[in-house]
């Protein structure tokens, strides 16, 4: 077998054993000593002891001082609390998608930001919209989407930097903006308007408009937007399509708790 092929599994090999030490501690509430997950994972004691430091030294794991006992750590929580908080979003988010979808006859997402590319959590399609080429759990570029540039202009200033800095921006069509002083400027004006368009930023003949979603603290945690061809959004996009879409996003704000 090739070196690399081998070092390959065993590191496919560690992160098995990782979270089989979790999933044994979430049946352990009170925790359990390392010599008792070793036994009852069939693990070397040496071997367990290395993953139980790394799990630690990461928070998913945390160890009482009196007892010697390791149990499941705070870092867990806090991505239970992510993906309870995406769930809660979705649930209170889709009645609003599904109002835009009727009454539009256009294509609706739902989106988060993730390492500076658009993650659709949601999507609602009719009959009378056009296949747009997305899907739940799909990734597209934050910069040339609708819903990327309102999630892009809710970030915090320095974070906003860090993101630009480790982008590469490519040019899609004719209309994609790929100088990063250009872009700067562009999610300025997004930020003060409170939405942001994509006239055919990504694909040619489709056209985009988004808004922001904000939690309780005011922070910018997700967008929806409404997608279909140019020709069509183009006749009502800066009226009443524009003017319901900022709606039902500070509406569905409101319901996380967010008050303007």
Do not use: W
Request: aromatic share 4%; glycine share 8%.
């Amino acid at each position: 077998m090739p070196e690399n092929v081998s070092v390959e599994t065993k590191k496919i090999q560690s992160v098995s054993r990782a979270l089989a030490i979790l999933e044994f501690l979430a049946a352990y509430r009170n925790g359990e000593k390392l010599t008792v997950i070793s036994h009852e994972l069939g693990l070397h004691k040496s071997t367990t002891h290395s993953l139980i430091s790394t799990l630690e030294s990461a928070g998913y794991v945390q160890q009482d001082q009196t007892t010697a006992k390791y149990s499941l750590g705070l870092k867990l929580f806090e991505l239970g609390q992510v993906v309870h908080d995406n769930m809660d979003l979705r649930n209170i988010a889709m009645p609003f998608l599904e109002e835009l979808a009727k009454e539009f006859s256009e294509t609706v997402h739902l989106a988060v930001l993730s390492k500076g590319e658009v993650v659709y959590i949601d999507k609602v399609d009719t009959s009378h919209s056009i296949r747009i080429g997305s899907q739940i759990g799909g990734r597209n570029p934050a910069y040339c989407t609708g819903v990327g540039k309102v999630l892009l202009a809710g970030l915090e200033d320095k974070e906003l930097a860090y993101t630009l800095k480790n982008m590469k921006l490519e040019k899609f069509t004719a209309h994609t903006i790929v100088e990063k002083d250009l872009l700067r400027k562009h999610l300025k004006k997004v930020r003060q308007d409170g939405y942001a368009i994509d006239q055919e930023e990504i694909e040619d003949g489709l056209c985009c408009i988004a808004a922001p979603i904000k939690n309780h603290s005011g922070q910018v945690i997700a967008g929806i937007s409404i997608s279909g061809p140019s020709s069509r959004m183009r006749t009502h996009i800066d009226g009443e399509l524009k003017n319901n879409l900022i709606d039902k996003a500070i509406q569905i704000s409101r319901r996380l708790g967010f008050s303007s």
